[in-house]
Nanobody, 124 residues
Framework: QAQLVESGGGLVQPGGSLRLSCVVS????????IGWFRQVPGKEREGVSC????????YYIESVKGRFTIYRDFTKNTVFLQMNNLKPEDTAVYYC?????????????????WGQGTQVTVSS
């Protein structure tokens, strides 16, 4: 059974940084894409970033380009989302999810397994 567990969320001031981790089990990272999504109450889940199976075709939503970086460590079965220069509008619950494909997708419906989420709050 595939499992994903997020961690690393918290409260940070505007301009600060956080690094989210997504530890996976039950499958290997080199056979799938992994995406990061976020959701605030009353809104649909939004695709933030994705790392493709090869790692060479990644996705970032426009609002985080230049601030967020997605990468992975095969030895730790972990995908990271480094978030710099955080803004209040980045506040959300962040989820990682598996897309069993070579390529990335920004559509939540394409992902088959999800983590439980980690809260990120950006506030002064």
């Amino acid at each position: 059974q595939a499992q994903l567990v997020e961690s690393g969320g918290g409260l940070v001031q505007p301009g600060g940084s956080l690094r989210l981790s997504c530890v996976v089990s039950g499958f290997t990272l080199d056979y799938t894409a992994i995406g990061w999504f976020r959701q605030v109450p009353g809104k649909e889940r939004e695709g933030v970033s994705c790392i493709s199976r090869s790692g060479g075709s990644n996705y970032y939503i426009e609002s985080v380009k230049g601030r967020f970086t997605i990468y992975r460590d095969f030895t730790k079965n972990t995908v990271f989302l480094q978030m710099n220069n955080l803004k209040p509008e980045d506040t959300a619950v962040y989820y990682c999810a598996r897309f069993p494909s070579h390529y990335c997708s920004e559509h939540a419906g394409n992902y088959d397994f999800w983590g439980q989420g980690t809260q990120v709050t950006v506030s002064s």
